[in-house]
């Protein structure tokens, strides 16, 4: 070919690396069975008004068990929004929940927590969801907040609370809250009203959603439907999430662990939709497979990752915006094996198009919340979304003038042109090591979990996160106060 070069190549089309798990006809076959699944199998609804908006909307319901046909799965379909913002209370990190646009965050619940102090495994207790926060707030490439805790030394209806509290004072990022009733809900929303400026404000710029989790296999537990219906009417963005440990919860086989899933979380759509059409709503999808000694879900193996990026695809195909997991290992603590589960992780996670992925931060098993994991997953993800940006294809990246310019057996590493694009082509690590050995020592030979914990503890101690709005800490000091008032 000769004359000037076009600029071709698929960059413009695809300009990130992908993969694929399912072809589009694997997702078609996964949710025509999940369609047959909900009308020949069913679902346990334990919600009187769920049950009731079904069988209105023409489904069978025998006691609590809801055979739904295809027609109001398809109808939800076409009324959820395929894509809303969350906003942070501070205005300046929004958040446009849709599917290729990929947001990482904590996870919530975890019954114990690594001090950032000691490193000790000690219960969680009050402070460790403004510490959670306080670490997102400062780290760059986490999106939103999540309490990576669960207290246990206060009343513990009213935990979520109190860590929604520590949260939206610790972070000016979206925030994802769960709740353990409609009543602790309504305590959240409180708050977030009280620091929006209004119900008005915020519903114009909603700075928090709500997460549940579906049981499996293919239940909706009642205090879980209850808030959800209340969500939507109050114009709560929601997150559905659950997934079957396969090989227990569901056949041993992904694929049916995915008709599960998919069964479970398109229930739980259409609900929501008929209690609203078009309420804001992300579905989730964590199909684990069973560890074969101890029958645990297994995050850290390769069938998680595997299964998760499939339920992306399924999400994406179905057109509904999709929430992740990546940045949990089943190691004790900070070490290779971490290091190894969530790098996988966070990439598979990264190239399925996930719009929300959480549970950074996890250790055990979801059973400890880890600061320091999250230190180290801010650089993984930091690596990933390099990968993700690919290779650009174009005259002026082809630079075929410049190369003509210095000609053979010269160097660039002079030349301005190319020196200019330096930091944006070539990825710089903040925590991993590329020292030459004598230069390494030097610095004090520290290792990867050494400069871990001294970022650390560089944030606690210096980083501030944005203020509340005037008036805002003591308006939440009086709705703790007046939710504990319920239980005295």
Known sequence: MTGAMVNLSNFAERQTPQFRVLSDRQCQELYLAALECLSRVGVIVNQVEACQLLASAGARVEANRAYIPPHIIQDALTAVPRTFPLWGHDGVHPIQVAN?????GPGPTCTYYQDPETGERRKSRRGDAATTARVVDALPNLDYAMSLSMFDDVRPVLSPVYEFSEMIANTGKPIVAWANDTATLQDIYRIAVAVAGGEQALQRRPIFAYFANYESPLRHGEKQVANLLWA??????????????????????????????????????????LKRRGAPMVIGGLPTP????TARPSYGAPETDLYVA????????????????????????????????????ILTSALSGACLVHDVGFL????????????????VISMVKRFMRGVEVSRESIMLDLIEKVGPAGYFVAEPQSVALCRQEIWTPGLLDRDPYVIWEQKGGNSLEDRVKEKLRKILSTHRPPPLPEGAAEAIQALLAQAESRYQ
């Not at 939507?232 to 396969?246: F, K, Q, W």
């Not at 069973?290 to 000694?293: A, T």
């Open 310 to 345: 499939a339920a992306a695809e399924l999400a994406r195909y179905l057109g509904v915006p999709f929430m992740g997991t990546a940045g949990a290992s089943e190691s004790k603590q900070l070490d290779a094996q971490a290091g190894v589960e969530i790098a996988l992780q």
């Open 100 to 104: 290729e646009r990929v947001y990482f």
């Open 290 to 293: 069973m560890d074969l000694r």
């Open 364 to 379: 055990d098993c979801a059973d400890i919340g880890s600061p320091s994991l999250l230190v180290f997953a801010d650089e």
């Open 232 to 273: 939507a009417e109050h114009g709560i963005p929601i997150v559905y999430l659950g997934g079957p440990s396969v090989g227990l919860e569901s056949p041993v086989t992904g694929a049916s662990g995915l008709v599960i899933h998919l069964a479970a979380a398109l229930s739980g759509l259409a609900i929501i939709q």
